[in-house]
């Protein structure tokens, strides 16, 4: 397997517009998640899904930001309009849930590489 | 509130030695713990999970540790090579919320 698949791996852009970031989990993983890393808050979960459906959205910092996940082979976070402080890394991880309905402290997560946003 | 404390400050040591990270939580009962390793431009990667009635994990040249009266892990690699050098990230399930909180993170230089 290639691993959790993050596109695009940088991104620069101009506040206002919209940003999609796009991830392919791990097949067969049923639970995906999307974090968001920066020098002063660290790793944080912005959302999570359990076999395609959004369990807890609460990290989401702002109607801005929304995520989806079609199908269980690609998810995308979407930020629109975006703004300079949404510049970060984010990131998307998976793992198996073996169809629990929430992920317990064993679950280990597999993370893509990352995408870069720099918002101007 | 929960949280999870791990040194901010970079921890240098020099090849050889042993370095031993910290991870301090307070206000969780955490079944698991978990370790990670993230190096510049990359996601982080598990490295070693421990549960709670586990006082010690090893693999190779890491040990975990993991203490649920004083709410502290401690991770030790021995033998340190430069390769080593990264940053380590703790992980806890919050039983409040459901979710994998990961701490801030210790850088680890290992000098030859």
């Known amino acids: 397997d290639a691993g959790v698949i993050q596109s695009p791996r940088h991104e620069v852009t101009e506040m206002g517009q919209e940003v999609t970031l796009r991830c392919k989990p791990i097949?067969?993983?049923?639970?995906l998640f999307w974090y968001r890393q920066t020098m002063m808050r660290g790793l944080e979960l912005l959302i999570y899904?359990?076999?395609?459906?959004?369990?807890?959205d609460s990290g989401m910092p702002e109607d801005r930001f929304s995520a989806k996940m079609p199908n269980a082979s690609f998810s995308t976070l979407k930020i629109q309009p975006s703004e300079p402080r949404d510049s970060a890394v984010y990131f998307c991880?998976?793992?198996?849930?073996?169809?629990?309905?929430?992920?317990?402290?064993?679950?280990?997560?597999?993370f893509g590489a990352g995408s870069r946003l720099t918002v101007l | 509130s929960q949280k999870i404390e791990q040194n901010s400050e970079a921890l240098n040591i020099q090849e050889g030695k042993t370095a031993t990270l910290t991870c301090n939580y307070t206000?969780?009962?955490?079944?698991?713990l978990q370790w990670y390793r993230q190096d510049p431009g990359r996601g982080p990667v598990f490295l070693l999970l421990?549960?709670?009635?586990?006082k010690e994990k090893r693999k190779e040249r890491l040990k975990v540790t993991f203490d649920t009266t004083l709410k502290q892990s401690l991770f030790h690699i021995t033998a340190s090579q430069p390769a080593d050098s990264a940053t380590y990230l703790c992980?806890?399930?919050?039983?409040?919320?459901?979710?994998?909180?990961f701490g801030q993170g210790t850088t680890l230089q290992v000098k030859p």
């Open positions: 991880a998976s793992t198996d849930n073996e169809d629990r309905a929430e992920v317990s402290g064993a679950n280990v997560l597999t």
């Open positions: 097949s067969g993983h049923n639970s």
């Open positions: 899904f359990n076999n395609n459906v959004p369990i807890d």
């Open positions: 206000n969780y009962s955490p079944a698991y």
């Open positions: 421990i549960r709670e009635n586990e």
């Open positions: 992980a806890l399930l919050s039983s409040n919320t459901g979710k994998l909180i």
